[in-house]
């Protein structure tokens, strides 16, 4: 059985070299086939800005109450990351009560949402109402008006990543009405 390698055949290369240098080799022993020089080497490959592991402790990340004015019922949310220089994606953990939901949004960039917990409900303005379940995943596509939450029974989780444009990840429309949100 074969295996494929994910070091870069230049390091594999320097590394075999370095080691028929330490072996005792000569440079007439080595092939024609040299690895890049250093600087070669590091302006081919870039690390992004800021720190390689960055942890963020839940014990560190505050939960806030949904603002009335985005939301109807109770609502949860909590940062799990902000975009960065290397991403422009953001998330949060979004915890609905049972009839809790958000007002028609839309993402510039989309939206992706994880449902972790619960049953909800998702539509798309003029669509369908459609039941998601733990362990469902929805993509809403950029510009796409929509809503999300809990049924009128049952609480749901979800964990809701979208990319900021423009300094702006979202643009919120009017409440979810109790007709629209029956599915009357």
């Not at 985005?70 to 220089?85: A, I, M």
């Not at 990543?161 to 979810?176: H, I, K, M, P, R």
Request: charged letters at 20%; aromatic letters at 6%.
């Amino acid at each position: 059985m074969r295996h494929r390698s994910t070091v870069p055949a230049a390091i594999l290369l320097g590394s075999a070299l370095g080691l028929a240098a330490c072996s005792g080799g000569t440079d007439a022993e080595t092939p024609d086939r040299l690895p890049p020089a250093p600087d070669a080497i590091s302006e081919t490959t870039s690390t992004p800005p800021g720190p390689s592991l960055e942890l963020s402790p839940s014990a560190e990340r505050t939960t806030t109450t949904g603002a009335a004015e985005n939301f109807t019922g109770t609502v949860r949310v909590t940062p799990l990351f902000d975009p960065t220089d290397a991403s422009t994606a953001g998330a949060g953990l979004v915890t609905f009560e049972p009839g809790a939901r958000t007002a028609w949004h839309t993402h510039p960039a989309g939206q992706r949402i994880v449902i972790t917990a619960g049953t909800g409900w998702v539509q798309e303005r003029g669509g369908e109402r459609l039941e998601v379940r733990a362990g469902d995943v929805v993509w809403f596509a950029p510009g796409v008006e929509h809503w999300h939450g809990a049924t009128a029974t049952d609480p749901m989780t979800h964990v809701a990543v979208q990319d900021t444009v423009d300094g702006s990840n979202a643009t919120w429309e009017d409440l979810v009405t109790d007709e629209e949100y029956t599915g009357g």
